[in-house]
């Protein structure tokens, strides 16, 4: 087995020191080994050290310039950094290699939308699960867009997409949730929330959601416990205390929902 393969075999083992180790030796020798630059840029993102990544990135694509994952990888890598207009410009080189990428066109779909650029932001969406229709990720990114331009039934027919490739997607389910509250659908709210917490046990926003949902269609007690349990994960919960103060009032258990008040405005 060579160095190469050795690195390669330690990076998908998730060695990622080790592989960088076994890198950093090859290169040592063939500083044009382009291969070795690409994967301990790989192995450098896997450990969180982003800015080191896009160093080895550079290295890599440098040598082989033609290298669309490089430049997907380093775009990504910019994108968790928060620096969007340097992600969109190395998704953009990878598109010029390759148009059909869809990885690479839900990555720049991600960085036009942090940018604010929304309507490019969905066309990029919509161009990368045309290429890919398994490609979840741009389906439940492109459903959270879409909530916030507030056309919530094309943003759920998006979770629908994702959930039929990855069902245990709990984002999906969460952002669908969100969705079918804005549309009073407030009993699927429900069923979709106890989905979510099938996968997400622990998940406050689950339970507030469904608290919410509850306390619509006047069910208080019930809504009153899920904030109860959103507030146990996460006492800090601020819409918790604020709807769990709501409900009691509702129930006219006033004391209680003044002490609800004052724990909100606590926060």
């Avoid at 290169?27 to 990544?53: C, M, N, T, V």
């Avoid at 969100?178 to 998940?203: K, T």
Wanted: aromatic share 10%; charged share 25%.
């Amino acid at each position: 087995m060579s160095n190469l393969d050795t690195g390669d075999r330690l990076l998908g083992a998730g060695n990622f020191a080790e592989a960088i180790a076994c890198y950093d030796l090859i290169i040592e020798i063939d500083p044009f080994q382009h291969h070795a630059w690409y994967g301990r840029g790989l192995a450098l993102a896997r450990s969180a050290k982003y800015r080191e990544a896009i160093e080895s990135f550079d290295c890599a694509l440098n040598i082989q310039p033609n290298e669309e994952m490089a430049w997907i990888n380093r775009g990504t890598a910019f994108g968790i950094l928060g620096e969007f207009t340097q992600a969109l410009a190395s998704f953009d080189l990878a598109l010029k290699i390759n148009a059909y990428n869809s990885e690479a066109l839900y990555g720049r779909g991600l960085a036009l939308n942090q940018l604010g650029r929304n309507t490019e932001s969905l066309a990029s969406y919509e161009r990368a699960v045309k290429i890919d229709s398994d490609n979840y990720k741009a389906w439940h990114n492109r459903g959270v867009l879409l909530n916030e331009l507030t056309r919530y039934q094309d943003a759920i027919d998006c979770f629908d997409r994702a959930l039929a490739v990855n069902p245990d997607l709990y984002q999906a389910w969460q952002s669908r949730t969100l969705s079918l509250l804005n549309l009073e659908r407030y009993a699927e709210a429900i069923i979709n929330c106890d989905r979510l917490l099938a996968l997400e046990p622990n998940n406050p926003e689950a339970f507030y959601q469904r608290g919410i949902a509850l306390s619509m269609l006047t069910r208080y007690d019930e809504a009153i416990i899920d904030f109860d349990l959103a507030l146990q994960i996460d006492s800090g919960y601020y819409l918790a205390w604020k709807n769990r103060g709501y409900a009691l009032d509702r129930l006219a258990r006033h004391s209680e929902a003044l002490a609800s008040s004052l724990s909100e405005k606590h926060i």
